[in-house]
Nanobody
Framework: QVEVVQSGGGLVKPGGSLRLSCTPS????????MAWYRQAPGKEGRGESV??????????FYDVAVKGRFTISRDDAENTTYLQMNSLRVEDSGMYFC???????WGQGTQVTVSS
């Protein structure tokens, strides 16, 4: 049984930083790209992709709104993907979901609130 567990998130002031973690279990991690999605407040569904990292960390992709501020990384030895979020803005607020890319395996969601 595959389980995707997220951690991190919380409340931070504009300009602050947070790091999200995502650890899938029950599958072999290394053959999969990993992605983070953001569901904006008041919206349904898991939202838009904000970042993706391909296998072995070879390529990364970012939404234009977060490029230069967010960094996605992966530690294949730990079966974990990270999203480092710096210079956070109010509009970055939302529920963040981790996805084993291209599959139906999703994390439980982590709330990020950026507010003064």
């Amino acid at each position: 049984q595959v389980e995707v567990v997220q951690s991190g998130g919380g409340l931070v002031k504009p300009g602050g930083s947070l790091r999200l973690s995502c650890t899938p279990s029950g599958l072999t991690f290394t053959p999969y790209a990993m992605a983070w999605y953001r569901q904006a407040p008041g919206k349904e569904g898991r939202g838009e992709s904000v970042a993706r990292i391909n296998i072995r960390g070879g390529e990364t992709f970012y939404d234009v709104a977060v490029k230069g501020r967010f960094t996605i990384s992966r530690d294949d030895a730990e079966n974990t993907t990270y999203l480092q979020m710096n210079s956070l803005r109010v509009e970055d607020s939302g529920m963040y979901f981790c996805n084993v890319y291209g599959t139906g395996y999703w994390g439980q969601g982590t709330q990020v609130t950026v507010s003064s």
